[in-house]
């Protein structure tokens, strides 16, 4: 299967970059709407409302939701390219859809999405929520979940570019899978093996196109966190997180990897019984770990009280928005050795002196604009030359 190819033909142009809404996304549902599939299940905090799509007949029942987190929308924007697929007429796209039946949830939480935030309106995080469920978006995606009897959730997240794997020489964490637990032992049985059976497949295919790119999350059990409460009910989940691909910001190639992810693990549940012990497979999956920052500067030479000194610091975008834009804003986060962190950038300054105009010496927190000996400016973190 030509996985680039499809990519290609199906992505949704309409959706660019991190800061997406609801506003975005409603004019594709209208035009996806050609027999009533979209439905409004309830609204948010502020009343915005929340959408599901339904489509497919297929006897296998495939619960997918993005957007929970409001500053996540690499899956919204995968879950576009992938229901373009579904609606092609394409021997693929009719192919899943005789073979399943899919509900779609691609933005669960509309207010936090608007105001670029992990929380909804009320500043609760809804993949805590899964128990109390105090807040409306919680109580519409479990209804939406008793209602619709899935055989399979899919749990679509972002994480931030902190993450990598390996050990020596890490690589960015561009797409990381996790099969939640179930209880706090942590046990796996028949209901866990099954995600972590398609969790394995998904593995295989990504490993072709981003080898040791690929990690696995911290399983620790957390029963308010809604992919725990569903395994917990004895329905396979599966949780995906888009990561940092190399220079990639916008999250416009990961978007492609979250796509063939998505149609290699639902290849794998129509071509096999899921029935096989994949345990081994999945926990050779490379382990999550915090190990980058966006740029680390190393050797820096700063005078403090007429004494000399080489350093290092590290910096990191923040993610602000502006006036609607959404800006990616550096400031320093850390400064000291930092054994045992790599940067997505980094810059050996071979004991050039340090400037900036607000004293000459790095501060946390301070905005990333600096100039390293008589020649090299960096503006927002990166080197102006």
Not at 48 to 58: S, V
Not at 127 to 146: G, H, K, M, T
Not at 200 to 215: R, T, Y
Request: proline share 3%; glycine share 6%.
């Amino acid at each position: 299967m030509n996985f680039e190819k499809l990519f290609s033909q199906f992505t949704e142009t309409n959706l660019f970059g991190r800061y997406i809404t609801l506003e975005d996304i409603e004019p594709i549902l209208v035009k996806f709407n050609t027999n009533n599939q979209v439905q409004i299940i309830g609204h948010s905090v502020l009343g915005k409302p929340i959408y599901k799509y339904q489509l497919g007949t297929g006897s296998k029942r495939i619960l997918l939701w993005s957007q929970m987190h409001g500053n996540e929308s690499t899956t919204t924007k995968a879950l576009f390219d992938f229901l373009n697929l579904l609606n092609s007429n394409s021997e693929l796209g009719n192919k899943l859809q005789n073979e399943f039946t899919f509900c779609l949830l691609p933005m669960v939480n509309p207010d936090g999405a608007l105001l670029y935030t992990r929380e909804n309106a009320n500043k609760v995080d809804l993949n805590r929520d899964s128990q109390s469920l105090s807040q409306p978006e919680s109580v519409i995606l479990r209804q939406a979940f008793e209602n619709f009897k899935p055989d399979y959730c899919y749990n679509l997240h972002d994480q931030r570019t902190i993450f990598g794997v390996g050990d020596e020489i890490p690589k960015p964490a561009t797409v990381s899978f996790l099969a939640p637990s179930y209880n706090e032992a942590r046990e796996i049985n028949e209901v866990r093996a099954k995600a972590i059976e398609v969790i394995v497949a998904m593995n295989v295919v990504l490993q072709e196109f981003i080898p040791n790119q690929v990690g696995r999350f911290d399983d620790s059990f957390n029963i308010n966190c809604i992919g725990d409460t569903f395994q917990s009910l004895n329905v396979p989940t599966v949780l995906i997180e888009a990561g940092h691909f190399q220079d990639d910001y916008n999250r416009e190639v990961t978007r492609k990897y979250i796509f063939i992810a998505l149609i290699s693990g639902l290849k794998h549940i129509y071509e096999n019984d899921i029935v096989s012990n994949k345990i081994e497979d999945y926990m050779n999956i490379s382990h999550n770990k915090i190990c980058f920052y966006d740029f680390i500067y190393k050797n820096i030479q700063i005078h403090y009280d007429n004494i000399k000194f080489i350093t290092n610091f590290a910096i990191q975008y923040k993610e602000e928005l502006f006036d609607n834009q959404l800006l990616f804003n550096a400031y320093i986060t850390d400064i000291g050795d930092l054994t045992g962190f790599t940067g997505h950038f980094e810059y050996d300054a071979k004991e050039a002196l340090y400037e900036n105009l607000e004293g000459n010496i790095p501060k946390l927190g301070q905005k990333a604009d600096f100039s390293i000996g008589k020649s090299i400016k960096i503006i927002n973190g990166l080197i102006k030359l």
